[in-house]
């Protein structure tokens, strides 16, 4: 007899890729009116599982059960009827359809045969104020930036009356108030009889949220436990060892100065910034969602222009708005948005990984494709990159391998001076320490760190110096014994003595006004 609080079973599954296996006789299930939080490292095949749950991949064994009944499920229709929905990390929204016109996509109200936008436009309002967002049904969904996205695939997946809410990584585009808002929302879910599945790699997230943890490892389900279990415990589970450091710096002493910036200013985005980072030493950039950090990346790396000052490496100044120059200096930025802007997606690991150094490996209109195969698989075996070989496509590496991938084109051309912006965001714990590694080993041979990070005991733990930007200035400079969470955060929101850049425009990562994820992980 089944129990008549289990919304979902899953018993056995099985899912194989070409040279991978993702799944391996997993067992889940869901009670109504819980949060049961899936756990597990990047790759070991949570983002596999909830695909077959939502239609997109299809088991090649085991069962999925559903309120008492075995189902097949071949499509998001499927899903749908079934009373799934999953909101994906990457958002599955039209961005040049309106906000309305989003959440009722395929299921528009009508009436005389026509589209009610009228109808359409209220019911987006009733969800979009459920969910806590001041948005206007009619605007358009480019014009909106990450969070609010976030906040409209839940208006979406909420219009869709699911008794099955699949939710994956959901707060790490998040500040910590809308965040708070979220778990509102999820709460009043679970009172509401709906079961949520949880995916996070924020593991204090789990003890407010959740009900239930099941760990999964290497594509199989290796426990089940509460969601009151220690930190310690569940990072054993996923990881199949202790961590003993979170942020695990070794400070080395810093030498000369690799990269020194001065007075540089983009009119309405930031306003006199100048700093060194020196070799050996990692200096991290906190401050306030949309103080400007991410342009100011972007202008050192040449991505983006500015109107006055200076970069310069090992004490030879770049052309502005040249990344070619940059790069040929020893300057690597690794972006905040990888997969937009770090990998050509639908391209291999070895590709991807001779991005940077292909110029170089060219002679007489001929690339040197065996030098660059054995260099892409020399980088790739030194970070641990979990793949079936180079040639396969990072389009289907995890988070945490693809990042690797991004880092690793830089290390290849033995790049002086790395930009992190936002390294190990949607990262497991064990991938965050590799990278935190990775780190000590750069600086430990001389590179120099420039890491931008919305995640402050990560800033605090890794910089031997943070810089806080506050209104598009620099609002100060701590060493690493004076840094802590108050004083960094004092100056965040403190008001620089001179007159301070206008606003920053938004952007799709700084488009709110509070202080971003201060957050443990």
């Known amino acids: 007899m089944s129990d008549p609080d289990e919304l979902l079973r ?121 969910v806590g967002v001041d948005v206007s049904p009619r605007a358009r969904v480019r014009e909106l930036g990450i969070a609010r996205l976030q906040m409209v695939e839940i208006a979406k997946a909420l219009s869709l009356d699911a008794r099955v809410l699949i ?42 949220l959740g009900d239930r943890v099941t760990v999964i490892r290497d594509g199989r389900s290796v426990g089940q436990v509460p969601a009151s279990t220690p930190e310690d415990e569940l990072v054993r589970l ?30 309405g985005v930031f ?19 949309g103080a400007g950090r991410t342009e100011v990346a972007r202008a050192v790396f040449g991505a983006d222009p500015y109107d006055s000052g200076s970069v310069a490496v090992e004490g030879t100044r770049l052309p502005r708005h040249d990344v070619g120059a940059a790069m ?22 070895e590709e991807n990984l001779g991005l940077v150094t292909l110029r170089s490996a060219t002679r007489g209109g001929f690339v040197d494709l065996k030098g660059q195969r054995t260099a892409a698989a020399r980088i790739a075996a030194q970070l641990n990159v979990r793949m079936a070989g180079i040639g396969q496509q990072v389009r289907t590496l995890s988070g945490g391998n693809q990042q690797k991938v991004v880092i690793g084109k830089w290390l290849l051309a033995d790049t002086r001076v790395l930009i992190l912006d936002e390294p190990t965001r949607g990262i497991d714990v064990g991938a965050k320490v590799e990278i935190y590694q990775l780190i000590n080993e750069l600086t430990s041979a001389g590179h120099a760190v420039l890491m931008i990070s919305s995640d402050l005991p990560e800033v605090l733990g890794m910089s031997d110096r943070v ?47 509070e202080v971003e994820n201060p957050r443990g992980h």
């Open 10 to 130: 899953i018993e056995g599954m099985r899912k194989t890729f070409p040279g991978v296996v993702a799944l391996d006789s997993v067992d889940f299930d869901l009670r109504r009116g819980e949060v049961h939080v899936l756990l597990g490292e990047n790759g070991a095949g949570k983002s596999t599982l909830i695909k077959m749950l939502s239609g997109a991949y299809r088991p090649d064994s085991g069962r999925i059960v559903v309120g008492g009944e075995e189902v097949r499920i071949h499509g998001a229709q499927d899903a749908e009827r079934l009373g799934i929905a999953t909101i994906y990390q990457e958002f599955n929204l039209v961005p040049d359809l309106t906000v309305a016109e989003n959440i009722f996509l395929g299921r528009q109200p009508r009436r005389f045969g026509l589209i009610d936008r009228g109808a359409m436009e209220a019911g987006a309002a009733e969800l979009l104020e459920r």
């Open 167 to 208: 939710m994956d990584e959901p707060t790490a585009v998040l500040t910590s108030g809308e965040v708070d808002k979220l778990f509102r929302i999820v709460r009043g879910l679970r009172e509401d009889g709906v079961g949520v599945v949880f995916i996070t790699h924020h593991l204090e997230e789990i003890a407010a």
């Open 467 to 513: 810089l806080v930007m506050a209104q598009g200035r620099i609002a100060g400079e701590l060493s690493a014994d004076e840094a802590t969470q108050d004083s960094v955060m004092a100056l965040a929101v403190s008001t620089p003595a001179t007159s301070p850049a206008p606003p920053p425009a938004s952007t799709p990562t700084d488009a709110a006004t």
């Open 328 to 349: 040929t200096a020893g300057i690597g930025l690794v972006p905040e948005d990888r997969k937009g802007q770090g990998l050509l997606l639908d391209a291999s690991v």
């Open 238 to 267: 996923m990881v199949g060892r202790s961590i003993e450091q979170q942020y695990p710096r070794e400070r080395a002493d810093a030498g000369a100065a690799l990269l020194t910036v001065e007075g540089l200013t983009r009119d």
């Open 271 to 289: 306003h006199d910034i100048g700093f060194e980072v020196r070799a050996g030493e990692v200096v991290g950039i906190a401050g306030l969602v």
